[in-house]
């Protein structure tokens, strides 16, 4: 009777050990959030990321009476 | 009851367990998009520009302050639309986010000045013309590829087109569609280095049609590029104002 119950408590120490663990691997992971998202500010490039149109078609002509060197 | 309390220690030991495991797996499942997004994000901030393609600038209001440098010392001012009722256009020659360094269409040729990103609005172009005025040919490439050529005609030996990088100004419909200018004329942000004045403009040059065909291929014109009315035509139908156009041999 002993015996069982000093493998549960030994298996209880245990499990409770894996538990944490696992559970403070969450809070490892976190920190590393915040050092990605500064990589992602939209500010470092303003030139690369403004958006343009790409022009596809000819314009509309103005009707006039050219003065060009001809 | 003692097995009772075995049971229910083991049940409870497994549950941990198996919420420990869960945890620990969806804490790495969550860090992986995380840096994805970022990574993907720094590829599309360090996405080089395509090299072959340029940025038209058109500006927003009715007149646009062009400066000599990115601190602000205004140089002139350009008003918009231009002479013949056209939006006022810039080829841009460096981007530098809130500055644009941009070819002018004035005197002397290939002036530049910085104007203010905010004044304008931007759109790109693939396309671009080149003229190689020893070969009397013309091509137009988009990107590197060659979509159109033919021949033209240049300066007279007195009035030559002088070489160089300029944009497209506007395009015109000539009112008189049997005359000197064809079917259309692209004006150029150039100007002749010998005629100041010219039919009451100021010497501006252009490339247009013509009603002489046969005189295409040689050195026939005050300082314009003429070319025929299907190529005039072609690119009327096919290239923006703003496109590059480099005269070169």
């Given at each position: 009777?002993?015996?069982?119950?000093?493998?549960?408590?030994?298996?209880?120490?245990?499990?409770?050990?894996?538990?944490?663990?696992?559970?403070?691997?969450?809070?490892?992971?976190?920190?590393?959030?915040?050092?990605?998202?500064?990589?992602?500010?939209?500010?470092?490039?303003?030139?690369?990321?403004?958006?343009?149109?790409?022009?596809?078609?000819?314009?509309?002509?103005?009707?006039?009476?050219?003065?060009?060197?001809? | 009851?003692?097995?009772?309390?075995?049971?229910?220690?083991?049940?409870?030991?497994?549950?941990?367990?198996?919420?420990?495991?869960?945890?620990?797996?969806?804490?790495?499942?969550?860090?992986?998009?995380?840096?994805?997004?970022?990574?993907?994000?720094?590829?599309?901030?360090?996405?080089?520009?395509?090299?072959?393609?340029?940025?038209?600038?058109?500006?927003?209001?009715?007149?646009?302050?062009?400066?000599?440098?990115?601190?602000?010392?205004?140089?002139?001012?350009?008003?918009?639309?231009?002479?013949?009722?056209?939006?006022?256009?810039?080829?841009?020659?460096?981007?530098?986010?809130?500055?644009?360094?941009?070819?002018?269409?004035?005197?002397?040729?290939?002036?530049?000045?910085?104007?203010?990103?905010?004044?304008?609005?931007?759109?790109?172009?693939?396309?671009?013309?080149?003229?190689?005025?020893?070969?009397?040919?013309?091509?137009v490439y988009d990107g590197d590829r060659a979509v159109r050529t033919g021949k033209?005609?240049?300066?007279?030996?007195?009035?030559?087109?002088?070489?160089?990088?300029?944009?497209?100004?506007?395009?015109?419909?000539?009112?008189?569609?049997?005359?000197?200018?064809?079917?259309?004329?692209?004006?150029?942000?150039?100007?002749?280095?010998?005629?100041?004045?010219?039919?009451?403009?100021?010497?501006?040059?252009?490339?247009?049609?013509?009603?002489?065909?046969?005189?295409?291929?040689?050195?026939?014109?005050?300082?314009?590029?003429?070319?025929?009315?299907?190529?005039?035509?072609?690119?009327?139908?096919?290239?923006?104002?703003?496109?590059?156009?480099?005269?070169?041999?």
């Amino acid at each position: 009777m002993k015996i069982k119950a000093t493998l549960v408590g030994i298996s209880a120490v245990l499990a409770l050990t894996a538990g944490l663990a696992g559970f403070s691997g969450t809070a490892t992971a976190d920190p590393t959030k915040p050092s990605a998202s500064p990589a992602a500010s939209p500010a470092a490039a303003p030139a690369d990321q403004r958006p343009t149109v790409k022009t596809t078609a000819g314009p509309e002509p103005v009707v006039a009476r050219p003065a060009y060197t001809g | 009851m003692r097995t009772n309390l075995l049971r229910t220690a083991a049940a409870a030991t497994l549950a941990f367990l198996l919420a420990g495991c869960v945890s620990s797996a969806s804490s790495a499942v969550r860090r992986e998009p995380a840096a994805g997004a970022s990574s993907a994000s720094s590829a599309v901030r360090r996405e080089p520009a395509t090299g072959a393609s340029s940025k038209i600038a058109t500006v927003k209001g009715s007149r646009i302050t062009v400066y000599g440098n990115k601190e602000g010392v205004a140089q002139r001012t350009i008003t918009s639309p231009n002479a013949y009722g056209a939006a006022r256009v810039f080829l841009v020659e460096r981007d530098e986010g809130a500055w644009l360094q941009v070819l002018l269409p004035i005197r002397p040729n290939g002036s530049k000045g910085w104007i203010k990103a905010t004044d304008v609005t931007l759109a790109e172009t693939a396309y671009r013309v080149e003229i190689d005025r020893g070969a009397f040919r013309f091509t137009v490439y988009d990107g590197d590829r060659a979509v159109r050529t033919g021949k033209v005609a240049t300066g007279e030996a007195g009035t030559p087109t002088p070489p160089g990088r300029y944009f497209f100004t506007e395009l015109v419909k000539p009112v008189d569609q049997g005359g000197a200018f064809g079917a259309y004329a692209f004006g150029l942000s150039g100007f002749s280095p010998v005629l100041k004045s010219f039919a009451g403009g100021p010497g501006q040059l252009a490339i247009h049609g013509t009603n002489k065909p046969s005189a295409i291929g040689t050195r026939a014109s005050h300082g314009c590029v003429r070319v025929s009315n299907d190529d005039i035509t072609w690119m009327a139908n096919n290239l923006a104002i703003g496109t590059p156009v480099v005269v070169k041999g």
